[in-house]
């Protein structure tokens, strides 16, 4: 027998962030995350999707009143599929297939209920730059803001009948890792070019790097219908957000003439610094943060945007680029590796990107998708 309840109250709010805690107490790559980045997915004040769509959270327990396991449901009207698709997310299970199957019944049902005749999951309500994807692939330390599960959850869900829809590929590489020659030799070519110069992205100095950034993202990306157009306002106030953990010596810009045409954008895995805190982040915890991104080292890197404008594309600039920053950070830096956020398998030309940059895959995520009507024949995400 389980025993379902509806998230409503301050101590169900707490269990649904401590189970998984209690669930992964001896995984040494589990990392929690910040109970205010979880706690703020479902507040509507603060996310955004709650004007278009619904969540909900729900805890199953046992006849012993022992959690044994968790989800988030819900409807995104924003979220266009083939079908009525909804969602779930942040979905904690014991190594029990029964379990899983009545979760994964409970969230259908309520799904149908709404009108949907699928879901994808584990998804966010939200964004899909965090908590997005079940790791099938690589079990080691997640970055800030990335899933992490134990590997039986592979088969808890295709068990129940869920197919992978597409596959989340994270690209990485160690810093002191021999570089291309093709790389080095373009960065000889272009170093000859007085018209062309690289620096670093520094703090004192925002809104430059803003605008540059907004500038070549919009050539590179945008315009060519990889993305949305990016406002230079809204890149500022990211920058700004980002300003107590940018790392002087690790994002990089390619000038000609001072007009930017690349830029390689990389953050601290702040995961590396949060792991410490164990969850929190009070006023002892914030303190406790300064500390530890004083005193401990941290080795590993986030690859955020990668962009060449488009006069500028297959002319090796990138390799100009790339090592001209790599030298730099091996010296001023204690970054060991660097890893991208994912790239899906059906973006064919960002994983292109990705090799070229002497790049492995080092992890894979799935994003699972179960259609209600089981005749329906089952398509996998489109090609871009």
Not at 20 to 31: E, G, M, S, T, V
Request: hydrophobic share 35%.
């Amino acid at each position: 027998m389980i025993i379902v309840e509806e998230v409503q109250n301050e101590n169900q709010k707490k269990e649904f962030l401590e189970f998984p805690a209690r669930l992964y107490q001896h995984d040494k790559n589990y990392i929690r995350p910040l109970d205010k980045d979880i706690d703020e997915i479902f507040n509507p004040e603060k996310n955004k999707f709650f004007k278009t769509g619904e969540c909900t959270r729900f805890l199953f327990k046992n006849k012993q009143d022992q959690t044994v396991g968790k989800v988030a449901v819900f409807v995104n009207h924003l979220y266009e599929q083939n079908q009525p698709t909804g969602g779930i997310g942040f979905f904690d299970c014991i190594n029990n297939q029964k379990t899983a199957d009545f979760i994964f019944d409970h969230c259908k049902n309520w799904l149908q209920e709404r009108g949907m005749e699928a879901m994808d999951g584990p998804i966010n309500f939200g964004e899909r730059d965090k908590f997005w994807g079940l790791l099938i692939e690589g079990f080691a330390e997640p970055l800030y803001g990335m899933n992490y599960n134990s590997s039986y959850y592979k088969e808890l869900f295709e068990n129940y009948g869920f197919k992978i829809y597409f596959e989340q590929l994270c690209f990485s590489r160690p810093i002191f890792a021999d570089v291309s020659r093709v790389f080095t030799v373009m960065h000889a070519k272009h170093k000859q070019n007085p018209n062309i110069s690289a620096r670093p992205m520094t703090k004192n100095n925002l809104e430059k790097f803003a605008k540059d950034f907004t500038e070549i993202y919009n050539k590179a990306w945008a315009a060519h219908g990889e993305g949305k157009c990016m406002e230079e306002a809204k890149t500022l106030k990211m920058f700004k957000t980002m300003k107590p953990i940018i790392n002087e010596h690790i994002s990089w810009f390619v000038y000609e003439n001072e007009k930017p045409i690349a830029m390689w954008m990389n953050i601290p895995d702040t995961n590396q610094w949060f792991k410490y805190l164990h969850g929190k982040f009070g006023f002892l915890e914030k303190l406790k943060f300064l500390w530890v991104k004083k005193f401990k080292k941290n080795e590993k890197m986030v690859g955020l945007v990668f962009g060449v404008v488009p006069e500028w594309q297959r002319k090796g600039i990138e390799g100009y680029m790339i090592w001209e920053g790599t030298q730099h950070l091996r010296k001023h830096t204690d970054f060991k590796v660097t890893e991208m956020q994912w790239i899906g398998d059906f973006n064919p030309k960002m994983i292109k990107i990705a090799e070229n940059l002497d790049t492995t895959v080092t992890r894979k995520l799935a994003t699972y998708r179960y259609l209600f009507d089981r005749n329906k024949e089952f398509e996998r995400h489109p090609m871009l």
